[in-house]
Nanobody
Framework: QVQLVESGGGLVQAGGSLRLSCAAS????????MGWFRQAPGKEREFVAT????????HYADSVKGRFTISRDNAKNTVYLQMNSLKPEDTAVYYC????????????????????WGQGTQVTVSS
């Protein structure tokens, strides 16, 4: 069992930056693949980024590639999402998620593979 708590959301102008953090409880954080997802009003939840257990491998949605960076600090039980060059279409509630059951270099892009979810943090980008 792991509990996830996101922070760092807020209101920012287009072109600005935000850094989201997701702190995990428990002592087995390094055994989880971590992911970030987002859901805008009236839209389905969508994949944003994922990082393998050891942090070596990452994967991004095309819509954020080159602007967002996912990273993790296993010593601090925390995963981050650095968001640069933000656009109004990035406005959404952002969720972090944890998944079990994969090799140390693998990752998941489907939300169905994730076992634990945080409560979400709102990101609003004004034009």
């Amino acid at each position: 069992q792991v509990q996830l708590v996101e922070s760092g959301g807020g209101l920012v102008q287009a072109g600005g930056s935000l850094r989201l953090s997701c702190a995990a409880s428990g002592r087995t954080f390094s055994s989880y693949v971590m992911g970030w997802f987002r859901q805008a009003p009236g839209k389905e939840r969508e994949f944003v980024a994922t990082i393998s257990r050891g942090g070596r491998n990452t994967h991004y949605a095309d819509s954020v590639k080159g602007r967002f960076t996912i990273s993790r600090d296993n010593a601090k039980n925390t995963v981050y999402l650095q968001m640069n060059s933000l656009k109004p279409e990035d406005t959404a509630v952002y969720y972090c998620a944890a998944a079990t059951g994969i090799s140390v270099v693998g990752y998941f892009t489907s939300g169905n593979r994730y076992d634990y979810w945080g409560q979400g943090t709102q990101v609003t980008v004004s034009s």
